[in-house]
């Protein structure tokens, strides 16, 4: 079993960075693909990214791409979200998800989730 806690959400300008991390516990975390969602007020849970387990495999939104970097690190039980040029629409809640499939990239696929860290992008 795998806990995740995400982290490294706040208020940003548009235009702006920010890195956010989910610390994941448990001895098999390198076993786990892992992706990255984001849910903003009113709307449906969205895929951002997704990285496979050795780090080998990488998927992004095409909202995304270009602007995010998913990455991990695996002796230290971590996976990142770096995310430039942050626009508005940007904000939300983001998630981190971990799953068995190195390719998932639906909701459904993923068997554990963080609670979440909140990104808020301002004008």
């Known amino acids: 079993q795998v806990q995740l806690v995400e982290s490294g959400g706040g208020l940003v300008q548009a235009g702006g960075s920010l890195r956010l991390s989910c610390e994941a516990s448990?001895?098999?975390?390198?076993?786990?693909?892992v992706a990255w969602f984001r849910q903003a007020p009113g709307k449906e849970r969205e895929f951002l990214a997704a990285i496979s387990q050795s780090g080998g495999i990488i998927n992004y939104a095409d909202s995304v791409k270009g602007r995010f970097t998913i990455s991990r690190d695996n002796a230290n039980n971590m996976v990142y979200l770096r995310m430039n040029s942050l626009k508005i629409e940007d904000t939300a809640v983001y998630y981190c998800a971990a799953g068995s499939n190195s390719y998932s990239t639906r909701e459904y696929q993923f068997d554990y989730w963080g609670r979440g860290t909140q990104v808020t992008v301002s004008s």
């Open positions: 448990g001895r098999t975390f390198s076993r786990y693909a």
